[in-house]
């Protein structure tokens, strides 16, 4: 008896389950076998599928079916996963409310998804949804397209009056997000101005294959803050999209007491995605005894004023030009006025200045 009513299921193939076959992929038939009378995919109903743009293996997706056509008030729909080989691909589970069934001669031939008896909503007005559930394949098999075809029915108990929709939508494998950072730039300056400091350019290359969000971290070492070095990169979180270069400035700063010496201050750019990714450029400031101030009454350089760079400045007296040494104040001429320069500093040290 059980078997009798299976059988005459499957063969009737009606509004509680249509036949096999009847999804628009390829080398298959459609609703509009028995359901005539109107074109295929008219204007003012739509079959919409709502499936992974991207799967993961073995990865449980939930499907919509949306079903439409103002006026229609009874529908049903068959669906199935194909790989580009038109293998089935992945599982679909029947819903739990015992709207939607599977059918499936042997798990090597497709699988198809359809509407029950009760799955029909009849009295449902212009629109109609069913969900349930999809596993993708336990690996990567290259793109799987969902075929479905939809019967908006007029709710007659016949096959007039009803208007047949197929699509079809893809889903592919998911890229595995791979992170990395290219950070390069000079890491090396110097300077007498510990004040003005010096200031650094980084390229940030964003070589994963996603959008990242990198965190820059300054870690200074103790000798530079020890002498009030300060760094500071011109921005603290930088979000780039695969392939994409930002320029970052980090400047280095100290105060009016930092003593000469090198310091190091390491910047470290930190992927979002996998913090373990975080190459660093090692920054070595070098701040430099500023030359000490020129003095040019010190005529003949020998580390005292004395009566022989008066005697310097006195042999050139009436000569204009540049270079002369004898022009004290640079003024273009030596005259008078750098006589009295240097004498005013007769006696000085000039190598302790
Ligand atoms: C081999 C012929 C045949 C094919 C192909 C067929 N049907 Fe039907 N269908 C029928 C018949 C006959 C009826 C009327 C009897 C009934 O309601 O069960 C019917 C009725 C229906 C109804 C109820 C219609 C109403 O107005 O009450 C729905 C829904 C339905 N089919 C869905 C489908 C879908 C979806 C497909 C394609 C995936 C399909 N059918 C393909 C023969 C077919």
Redesign the pocket.
């Known amino acids: 008896m059980l078997l009798l009513i299976a059988s005459s299921g499957s063969v009737?193939?009606?509004?509680?389950g249509?036949?096999d076959g009847?999804t628009g992929a390829p080398a298959e038939n459609?609703?509009t076998?028995?359901?005539t009378g109107n074109e295929l995919n008219a204007s003012g109903g739509s079959l919409m599928l709502t499936i992974p743009e991207t799967y993961e293996p073995n990865a449980v997706y939930t499907i919509i079916v949306n079903l439409s056509h103002t006026g229609q008030k009874?529908?049903?729909?068959?669906m199935t996963a194909l790989d580009a080989d038109g293998t089935r691909a992945g599982s679909f589970a029947a819903d739990d409310a015992g709207n939607t069934q599977v059918s499936e001669a042997d798990t090597d031939s497709k699988q198809y998804i359809?509407?029950t008896s009760n799955g029909?909503a009849q009295g449902t007005e212009d629109t109609h949804n069913w969900e349930f559930q999809w596993t993708a394949p336990d690996a990567d098999i290259g793109p799987i397209t969902f075929y479905a075809?939809?019967?908006a029915?007029?709710?007659?108990?016949?096959?007039a009056g009803?208007y047949i929709y197929t699509t079809q939508s893809e889903s592919t494998p998911a890229i595995p997000v791979e992170p990395g950072i290219n950070f390069i730039g000079d890491v090396e300056q110097t300077t007498t101005d510990a004040e003005t400091g010096v200031t650094y350019t980084f390229q940030l290359t964003n070589e994963g294959n996603t959008t990242d969000t990198f965190t820059l971290e300054v870690s200074e070492s103790p000798a530079a803050i020890e002498a009030g070095l300060m760094g500071s990169v011109s921005m603290e979180m930088v979000t780039l999209e695969a392939g994409a270069t930002q320029e970052i400035t980090f400047k280095v700063v100290g105060n009016a007491t930092t003593p000469p010496g090198v310091y190091d201050i390491d910047v470290i750019a930190i992927s979002g995605i996998d913090e373990h990714i975080r190459p660093n450029l090692l920054t070595t400031t070098t701040i430099e005894m500023p030359p000490p101030p020129p003095t040019p009454w010190d005529v003949n350089d020998d580390g005292t004023v004395n009566i022989q760079d008066l005697v310097l400045v006195a042999g050139q007296l009436g000569e204009s030009g540049e270079d002369l040494k004898g022009d004290v104040n640079a003024d273009g001429t030596v005259n008078i006025q750098d006589l009295v320069i240097v004498a005013s500093h007769l006696g000085e040290d000039t190598d302790s200045q």
């Open positions: 009737l193939a009606n509004s509680f249509p036949l009847l459609n609703c076998q028995c359901h009874r529908w049903g729909f068959e359809k509407q029909t075809a939809g019967n029915a007029n709710g007659d108990f016949g096959t009803d």
